[in-house]
C-alpha cells in the first residue's frame, strides 16, 4: 500500500504497551515520528531496579523496535507523579534521572505533575522541574484526572516559580476546562484522545474550532488501558471532514509537537526524512524483530490503516 498522504506525529504515546501490529497500522496511517514518556506500568512498582530496566527499555530497545517498523522513536524521562509517593522508591529513581536525561532521544523531563496533589508529590515534581531548568530540557507535564483545572494551575505556577519559560513546558491531557487558562498563559496545551473516555476526537474538533491551532497538540496516550495508538489520524480526519483547515489540522498533528520537542536538539525533522530502507537482520542485544529475517505477515494485512490515511 502506498503512503503518500499527511504525515504525523504522536508525541505522547506509551508504545511499550503495544503490538508489532500497532507499529504497522501507525506506520500505515502516516505516523513517522513518536515520543513516549516515562510513567507508570499499571501498578506500583516495588524497587528502583524496575525504573532502571524500563528506562533502558525506553531508551534502548523500543527505540529499535520502532525502527524496524520505520517509525522514529524519542522519549521522556521523569518520575511519575503516581509513584512519587513513595519517597524511599522516588529517591533512588531520582538518583537514575540525570544519567538517562542525557541519552540520545531523550526530549523532556516527563510526564510529571501531579496526582493526588500530595506534599510528596509536589516535592518530586519540583526538583525534576528545578533539574530541567538547570540542564536547559523541555518538560511535560501530566495534569491530574481528579481537580484537574486547579492541578494544571498548579502546575504552571509552580513550572513558572522555577524560572520555566512556558513556551518550554507541555501540559498534557488538557480539557475544555483548563485549555483556556493553559492557552492563555502562553504554555503548549496537550490533548490526550481516548475512544472513549477522557476526551474524544469529537470534542477535540469543537476545541480546535474555538481555539484555533496556535500551541495546541493532540496526541493518543495509547497505553495499556482502553486506548487507541491511531487516535492522531483520525482525530486529523474527523477534523477534516468537520471543516477545519489542512494547515490547522497539520499544525496540531505535527507541525507544532515538531516545533515544540524541537527546542531540545534532539527532535528533528531530517531524522525521519528520507530513511533509508529497513535492515531486518539488524538486531539489539542480540535479539531480532524479524525471528526469521522476513517481514511479519498479519491477517488482513493490506487493510491495515487503509481507511485513515489523508491524501
Request: hydrophobic letters at 35%; glycine letters at 8%.
Amino acid at each position: 500500500m502506498s503512503n503518500q498522504g499527511m504525515k504525523f506525529i504522536d508525541p505522547h504515546i506509551h508504545m511499550i504497551s503495544r503490538t508489532t501490529y500497532d507499529y504497522i497500522a501507525m506506520k500505515r496511517a502516516g505516523i513517522v515520528a513518536v515520543i513516549e514518556p516515562a510513567f507508570w506500568l499499571g501498578q506500583p512498582r516495588t524497587n528502583a531496579g524496575s525504573m532502571l530496566d524500563y528506562f533502558s527499555t525506553l531508551v534502548g530497545w523500543e527505540r529499535f523496535r520502532a525502527s524496524q517498523f520505520g517509525i522514529k522513536h524519542y522519549c521522556t524521562i521523569g518520575l511519575n507523579s503516581k509513584e512519587a509517593n513513595n519517597v524511599k522508591l522516588a529517591d533512588e529513581v531520582m538518583e537514575l534521572i540525570p544519567r538517562y536525561a542525557a541519552k540520545e532521544g531523550v526530549v523532556a523531563i516527563g510526564e510529571i505533575g501531579y496526582d493526588d496533589m500530595t506534599k510528596t508529590e509536589e516535592k518530586y515534581f519540583s526538583k525534576q522541574v528545578e533539574f530541567a531548568k538547570e540542564n536547559d530540557m523541555l518538560v511535560m507535564v501530566h495534569t491530574p484526572h481528579r481537580n484537574k483545572k486547579e492541578g494544571a494551575i498548579r502546575s504552571m505556577d509552580l513550572c513558572e516559580d522555577h524560572g520555566m519559560d512556558p513556551s518550554k513546558v507541555i501540559i498534557d491531557h488538557n480539557n475544555e476546562e483548563t485549555v483556556k487558562v493553559v492557552h492563555k498563559r502562553g504554555f503548549w496545551t496537550a490533548f490526550t484522545i481516548y475512544p472513549e473516555t477522557k476526551l474524544g476526537n469529537k470534542r477535540m474538533v469543537e476545541i480546535v474550532k474555538e481555539y484555533g491551532s496556535e500551541r495546541i497538540i493532540i496526541d493518543s496516550s495509547a497505553d495499556w488501558g482502553h486506548s487507541d495508538p491511531l487516535s492522531v489520524p483520525k482525530t486529523a480526519k474527523l477534523m477534516l471532514d468537520r471543516g477545519i483547515s489542512r494547515e490547522d489540522v497539520h499544525k496540531v498533528s505535527y507541525q507544532n509537537a515538531l516545533a515544540c520537542y524541537g527546542q531540545s536538539g534532539e527532535f528533528n525533522e531530517k531524522d525521519w526524512q528520507d530513511l533509508p530502507p529497513v535492515d531486518f537482520s539488524e538486531t539489539f542485544s542480540g535479539n531480532s524483530i524479524r525471528r526469521d529475517g522476513n517481514i511479519p505477515v498479519v491477517e488482513g494485512d493490506d487493510a491495515i490503516g487503509e481507511d485513515i490515511v489523508i491524501e
